[in-house]
């Protein structure tokens, strides 16, 4: 209960309006309460944050096939990090060891393990893996309005398009290209992570 009021609190409109105050006035209850479950806020963020993994391990179905089954977990991770994105960044740098991450961590090296990867190896892989998806999500999550984007789109165009060819020859060559770099990095970089998985889970045969 306490964990689910938090949420509600940090993705209320207008900001994050999550407080120890605020949230016994969420929970009816007084707010010295809280402090019976959790030591301090952080350690309450961080349960919060560990929540957010049960999205994803919840409706998460395995595929015959490893390398699948890795990559719906890292997009589904990613997922539910867009959908929360005011707890994204925490969730990119901070360890929870609560139950789904440790469980998430598991089942990742379980099925690193069972392409035959070796065990430093198949850790190695899974954290690769996971800071790479939490660090994609937090960028993509950002919490820009509309307008925010497409101002920003037209900035990138317009300086990229007016930069002299004698100065940057390399930007100047691929110019009609850049608008790409605004586009989400996620799938492409997820891709190649899991062709390069595929490609050295061969070498171990």
């Given amino acids: 209960m306490i964990i689910d009021a938090a949420l509600r609190?940090?993705?209320?409109?207008?900001?994050?309006?999550?407080?120890?105050?605020?949230?016994?006035?969420?929970l009816g209850a007084d707010p010295s309460a809280i402090y019976r479950y959790f030591r301090n806020v952080d350690a309450l963020l961080i349960a919060v944050s560990d929540r957010l993994l049960a999205e994803t391990l919840d409706s998460f179905v395995a595929a015959p096939k490893w390398s699948d089954s890795l990559r719906e977990l890292a997009e589904g991770i990613y997922r539910s990090a867009?959908?929360?994105?005011?707890?994204?960044?925490?969730?990119?740098?901070?360890?929870t060891a609560g139950p789904y991450e440790l469980r998430a961590a598991d089942l990742g090296i379980g099925l690193l393990m069972s392409a035959g990867f070796a065990g430093p190896a198949a850790v190695r892989h899974y954290r690769d893996l996971i800071e790479t998806v939490w660090a994609l999500a937090a960028i993509?999550?950002?919490?820009?309005?509309?307008?925010?984007?497409?101002?920003?789109?037209?900035?990138?165009?317009?300086?990229?398009?007016?930069?002299?060819?004698?100065?940057?020859?390399?930007?100047?060559a691929v110019r009609a290209d850049l608008p790409a770099m605004s586009e989400p990095a996620f799938p492409g970089v997820l891709d190649r992570l899991i062709d390069s998985l595929e490609h050295a889970a061969r070498q171990t045969d």
């Fill in 82 to 95: 867009l959908r929360h994105p005011r707890l994204s960044l925490l969730s990119a740098v901070r360890f």
């Fill in 9 to 26: 609190l940090i993705e209320a409109p207008g900001g994050n309006a999550l407080t120890v105050r605020r949230l016994g006035v969420e």
């Fill in 140 to 172: 993509d999550s950002s919490e820009m309005t509309p307008e925010q984007e497409s101002a920003e789109e037209q900035a990138l165009a317009l300086a990229y398009a007016t930069l002299p060819a004698d100065e940057y020859p390399h930007l100047a």
